[in-house]
């Protein structure tokens, strides 16, 4: 079984640009979620989508934003990039119907903001 | 709000030492509780987990064990190997606060491992 591909797995921008991830969760998962990663504030949930809506939100501005399709795939987006936007970000996937506890998460795509 | 404290690393130890990672916990619901590991270049896996008081997560060799009464979930393994060197995050997530299927985990900033021969 396939597990959680992300692409890319790096990339480089520059302040003020936008950047779009793309994660395809485990075959029959329905649930996706994004965390950012930093060595400041560690693991910090985003958001998670279920079923192309947004079920979840963490607490952070309105210019990251996500989405999911009805294959279950996700995206998520950042505009107008700021230097503290450089992180991992993490997708992980799960059932999302029943409660599992156990999230399955992707290599990560790895932001330098510069 | 929910969260984690674990200790801070990094944490280096020789070949089959003993191995204590320390974590407690704040929530005002009903949390499971887990550990994951994220090896170098690679996302987290779950490494165990437990949903209720006084339950053992075991994997590994690893097992840590939930506290309610001291609100903690303490990583230990009784010896420890070159490929355990890895960074382990303690995290929870509150039911309470999900719907069914649902849920977001709260995690520690991690504690970095290194095992040397």
């Known amino acids: 079984k396939a597990g959680v591909t992300q692409t890319p797995r790096y990339l480089i921008k520059t302040r003020g640009q936008q950047v779009t991830l793309s994660c395809s969760p485990i075959?029959?998962?329905?649930?996706v979620s994004w965390y950012q990663q930093t060595p400041g504030q560690g693991l910090q949930f985003l958001f998670e989508y279920f079923s192309e809506t947004q079920r979840n939100k963490g607490n952070f501005p309105g210019r990251f934003s996500g989405r999911q399709f009805s294959n279950s795939r996700s995206e998520m987006n950042v505009s107008t990039l700021e230097l503290g936007d450089s992180a991992l970000y993490l997708c992980?996937?799960?059932?999302?119907?029943?409660?599992?506890?156990?999230?399955?998460f992707g290599e990560g795509s790895r932001l330098t903001v510069l | 709000g929910d969260s984690v404290t674990q200790m801070e690393g990094p944490v280096t130890l020789s070949e089959e030492a003993f191995l204590t990672i320390n974590c407690t916990y704040t929530a005002t619901g009903y949390p499971s509780l887990f550990w994951y590991v994220q090896y170098p270049g690679e996302g987290l896996q779950l490494l165990l987990k437990a949903t209720k008081a006084d339950d053992k997560g075991s994997n590994k060799g690893f097992e840590a064990t939930y506290r309610k009464e001291t609100t903690s979930f303490h990583l230990e393994k009784g010896s420890v190997q070159v490929s355990d060197s890895a960074v382990y995050f303690c995290?929870?997530?509150?039911?309470?606060?999900?719907?069914?299927?649902?849920?977001?985990?709260?995690f520690g900033k991690g504690t970095k491992l290194s095992v040397i021969p």
């Open positions: 075959s029959g998962h329905r649930s």
């Open positions: 995290a929870l997530s509150d039911r309470r606060n999900s719907g069914a299927g649902s849920y977001q985990l709260t």
């Open positions: 992980a996937s799960s059932p999302g119907t029943v409660y599992t506890g156990e999230l399955f």
